[in-house]
């Protein structure tokens, strides 16, 4: 049996494509496949579903990839919105898109945001996944980048510290996460 074209599992398809395209630096096509994929969710799934939020996502990834940080903000914003709405504030996919957020942000020059953004995703990290996890530890490194940027030089070490003693415990030593 297919799952035809309109199925969500098409469309989940069309993503993973999209994900390949924007990691070749084919942004066009990526955002074509994920424009299906949207294109199918939302008639099977409806305007409120954590998949559409996933995708909007992912198209957020690649207007970040190509410089244009509004478009990828509004991306941001508006899976943050579905996801809100949909799983909540404490859950992991939200931290996602608040760090997603935060480096649009930094990107931007804007690092107060950026951090703000960081904290609120630090926060629902830290009490849905805990201390020692490794998203936990990649919030704490982009909080790190973002103090240095600011010439808070103190707090960026001190970030970075935790990042590297999660990694550590986490992944070990010899991971190429704990040596960036």
Known sequence: ATL????PGT???YVSMGC?????GEFDKAFQMCEKALQIQRAALGEQHPSIATTLGHMGSIFVSRGEYDKALEMHEKALQIGLATVGEQHRSTASDFNNMSNIFFNRGDYDKA???????????????G?????????YCNMGSTYDSQGEHDK????YQKALSISLATKGEQHPDTAT
């Open 4 to 7: 035809g074209e309109q199925h």
């Open 20 to 24: 390949i395209f924007l990691s070749t």
């Open 156 to 159: 960026a070490l001190q970030m």
């Open 131 to 139: 201390e020692q996890h490794p998203e936990t530890a990649i919030t």
């Open 115 to 129: 951090l703000r953004m960081s904290e609120k995703a630090l926060n629902i990290q830290l009490a849905v996944l």
């Open 11 to 13: 469309a989940a398809t």
